[in-house]
């Protein structure tokens, strides 16, 4: 079976690794706190520096989680020439089970989605992550023309 890693760059599959052991820890802080969290993102920008991204404000106390994830993706291509590569991270239900989805996508033209997932906190505070699946993913930022 051919994984996405037999045709991708040593530089983009760094970026994609970087990017995913950047948002997860996040993510599992999150849920351990509030038992849930809005979508968010990260990115590594053309010089190599990973950080964290959110939506813009102005959605209101509660807004709608498809929304706020919209606003993360408009910012991602807004800022796309500033970026190697990006990661739109949700929590999710898959087959009535909860999940926490990663799309990751890299200007050379990779896009994956990552799904891990979980049981909710116990007393440690702490999420329980599974096993990981990798699929194919749709390219949000640099879609081809």
Do not use: C
């Not at 969290?37 to 807004?63: I, M, N």
């Amino acid at each position: 079976m051919t994984s996405w890693r037999d045709t991708a760059s040593a530089s983009a599959q760094d970026d994609l690794d970087g990017l995913l052991n950047l948002v997860l820890p996040r993510a599992q802080e999150l849920l351990g706190k509030n038992g849930q969290f809005y979508p968010f993102g990260a990115s590594v920008s053309t010089d190599g520096e990973a950080s964290l991204t959110a939506s813009d404000a102005g959605l209101g106390e509660h807004p709608q989680p498809e929304r706020v994830l919209a606003g993360v993706y408009d910012n991602a291509r807004a800022t796309a020439g500033e970026n190697r590569a990006v990661a739109f991270v949700s929590d999710v239900l898959i087959e009535g089970s909860d999940a926490v989805q990663v799309e990751l996508e890299h200007r050379d033209g990779i896009a994956l989605v990552v799904l891990v997932p979980y049981k909710p906190a116990t007393l440690k505070r702490v999420p329980t992550f599974s096993d990981m699946t990798v699929a194919p993913g749709e390219p949000r930022v640099w879609i081809a023309s």
